[in-house]
């Protein structure tokens, strides 16, 4: 019976260290998760406006006909840019952005390339054998614009080399603290009704540009690419803080109700050892008055 109770003891205290470090996790991510909406919020106005602008310019172009908004005649080839998180204990954030990514691929049925920021997403891919053109890792919670820079001056390259011939983009939109969604969005070719369409400018405005309207996209249409990388590395930065104050929390709520188990199965272990002991003490007891 004393060997059964430090089992226990033992277990409990285990689960109590766990619970410290699933509790201090929980702390960390709701401390960081208010910059990460902070920085969603900030950039959301930016890409509307970038958007906008060139919406503006590409209105008062002659023509549109920027590499980036090519179509290829035939697509044989298609890049698929995956965002996931450096570290895992975020619950289902990195297998939902991952599968869904996979699905998309699989979906299309072309030639894959796979360009990875993540740490997760590169140990999945990697395992089952993908071709991965290029990864990055060390931002996923705080990703800044030097880090989108090389995302998508990879991928600019390669659509713009003939190395694919589409390329595609799969992240975790942040919606609210309980809401994150993977999604997948067509990056390149660009679709043109984003810069064709209404610029939101009055009926009667009218600008002249320097340098013309055509280079002035030229110039905008890389910075957007750019922009588009990063609203998506901020959204997935804010669902996977999210998602791992989520899981951590119910790790902790899991550990409590694991201790409370534990402690009654301690309490009775040690009440029926306690009556074990009294019942051999007033056994040998009357045993005792027996022989007298």
Do not use: C
């Not at 430090?6 to 410290?20: E, L, M």
């Not at 991510?29 to 900030?42: L, P």
């Not at 080839?77 to 869904?100: E, K």
């Not at 891919?125 to 060390?138: A, L, N, P, T």
């Amino acid at each position: 019976m004393g060997g059964q109770l430090r089992i226990i003891k033992r277990r409990i205290s285990s689960v109590q260290s766990t619970q410290k470090i699933t509790r201090a996790m929980e702390l960390i991510a709701s401390s960081r998760i208010i910059k990460a909406q902070q920085a969603v919020a900030a950039a959301r106005p930016y890409a509307e406006e970038l958007r906008r602008m060139m919406a503006s310019v590409g209105k008062s172009a002659g023509s549109i006909d920027s590499p980036l908004l090519r179509s290829r005649d035939e697509i044989r080839r298609i890049a698929t840019v995956v965002i996931s998180s450096d570290r895992g204990l975020a619950g289902a954030y990195n297998s939902n952005v991952i599968r869904s990514a996979e699905r998309d691929m699989e979906d299309h049925g072309k030639e894959k390339a796979l360009y990875l920021a993540g740490k997760k997403a590169l140990s999945y891919f990697k395992f089952r054998g993908y071709d991965i053109s290029e990864s990055w890792q060390g931002f996923s919670e705080r990703p800044g614009i030097s880090d989108a820079r090389k995302v998508a001056q990879a991928v600019a390259k390669a659509y713009l080399e003939g190395e694919v011939d589409e390329v595609r983009l799969a992240f975790t939109r942040y919606e609210s603290a309980l809401t994150q969604r993977p999604v997948i969005v067509q990056l390149l070719p660009m679709p043109r009704d984003e810069f064709e369409g209404d610029s939101g400018e009055g009926a009667g405005a009218s600008y002249e540009f320097e340098p013309s309207p055509e280079e002035i996209l030229d110039l905008l249409l890389p910075r957007y690419v750019e922009g588009t990388i990063l609203q998506a590395m901020l959204e997935s930065a804010a669902s996977e803080l999210a998602a791992r104050r989520r899981a951590m929390k119910a790790a902790t709520d899991n550990a409590e109700e694991l201790i409370g188990n534990l402690t009654r199965v301690y309490n009775q272990a040690r009440q029926a050892e306690i009556t074990t002991e009294i019942m051999e003490v007033i056994g040998g007891a009357e045993a005792l008055a027996q022989e007298k």
